[in-house]
């Protein structure tokens, strides 16, 4: 190649540099940024070429909890990094992502599908609320009649009180629901503080019902990074599904456990199971299999998971029981409680 035709590249490639939306810049074997594109200066705000890749993270980049696999910078946008060596000499190429648009256009369609499924849920909802409501009505008007036996009074406001929880399950579930694409301040929890947080929330409820509530605390306590108001509410509902599903004197059970990268707390019972046909749709918002219910309760539980970059798995048997195991990562930290 002849240096004019070497030149002539050479300015291509800068041109080609230049244009590119995503930040490009080299490190000589020292860590000394060799060449830098004007978008890797505009996306960390400074002049790069002869600065120190380590000063520039210095600088320039402000990781917070929740980046996952995004850094943020001290602008608030959030990059992605793609590093690879250079050969044959030494040295890297870092790539820089700008996610802020992925990220706005995700929330943009985050909200139309939940804004979709909202139509859809208030119109199914008029229907589904009348009928507790009304019942809650009748209830409560007979409880009014002054001659009322008492074995009837105590009937009366038992139902008065399902009917009202049914409404407020439902309420919860559509607030969840149209909560659950929001971004949600996070906190450092402790797995069994979390799970002793639902067992006394959801004690009196499994006394009611003569139902034998078991918590198993872990042996060794875990931190993570969550929202302890999201994860109570996910959980709680996995165990009101397993208490309304259950007859009376069985058993539910909340249990914590945990390795070396995840957590793990699962919702176990004795009940009825879950027909295999229902699985494979159990999550799906609008499908239940209840005659008074959103569908939206196992939908939401499915979304807290991810939003806390873990899953959701339900194992089940008709006649012998089902399990329902939340999987969430542990923070790579201290992780002793003290």
């Not at 008074?292 to 194992?315: N, P």
Request: charged share 20%; hydrophobic share 40%.
């Amino acid at each position: 190649m002849t240096q004019a035709a070497a030149v002539a590249q050479k300015v291509q490639m800068d041109s080609v540099l230049a244009a590119m939306p995503n930040g490009v810049l080299m490190l000589d074997s020292r860590g000394v940024i060799s060449s830098a594109n004007p978008a890797a200066e505009r996306l960390l705000g400074q002049q790069l070429n002869g600065e120190l890749w380590r000063d520039v993270i210095s600088s320039a980049f402000s990781p917070r909890e929740d980046d996952g696999h995004e850094v943020s910078l001290v602008s608030g946008q959030r990059v992605r990094l793609d590093i690879s060596s250079l050969q044959p000499d030494p040295g890297q190429l870092i790539v820089i992502t700008d996610m802020s648009e992925t990220r706005a256009l995700q929330a943009r369609v985050g909200q139309m599908q939940r804004l979709s499924a909202m139509g859809r849920m208030v119109a199914s909802l008029a229907h589904q609320i009348r009928t507790p409501l009304s019942a809650a009505m009748l209830y409560a008007e007979n409880l009014r009649r002054d001659k009322l036996p008492s074995a009837q009074r105590e009937k009366f406001s038992r139902k008065l009180t399902d009917r009202l929880q049914d409404l407020e399950q439902q309420v919860n579930d559509m607030l969840l629901f149209a909560k659950s694409g929001e971004q949600l301040p996070v906190e450092h929890l402790f797995l069994n503080d979390v799970v002793r947080e639902v067992a006394e929330q959801v004690e009196p409820l499994a006394q009611r019902e003569s139902i034998q509530l078991e918590v198993v605390i872990a042996d060794e306590d875990a931190e993570f990074i969550g929202n302890m108001s999201a994860l109570t509410s996910a959980i709680q509902n996995l165990v009101m599904n397993a208490l309304q599903a259950c007859p009376k004197n069985s058993r539910v059970g909340i249990a914590a456990s945990l390795n070396e990268e995840q957590l793990f707390i699962q919702v176990l019972d004795n009940g009825p199971g879950i027909d295999k046909k229902d699985l494979e749709h159990i999550f799906t918002p609008f499908f239940t299999r209840k005659s008074q219910g959103t569908g939206l309760g196992l939908a939401v539980v499915k979304t807290v998971a991810k939003a806390h970059q873990g899953s959701i798995r339900v194992d089940s048997e008709v006649g012998r029981g089902t399990i329902f195991t939340l999987a969430l990562p542990v923070y790579r930290g201290n992780n002793k409680h003290e």
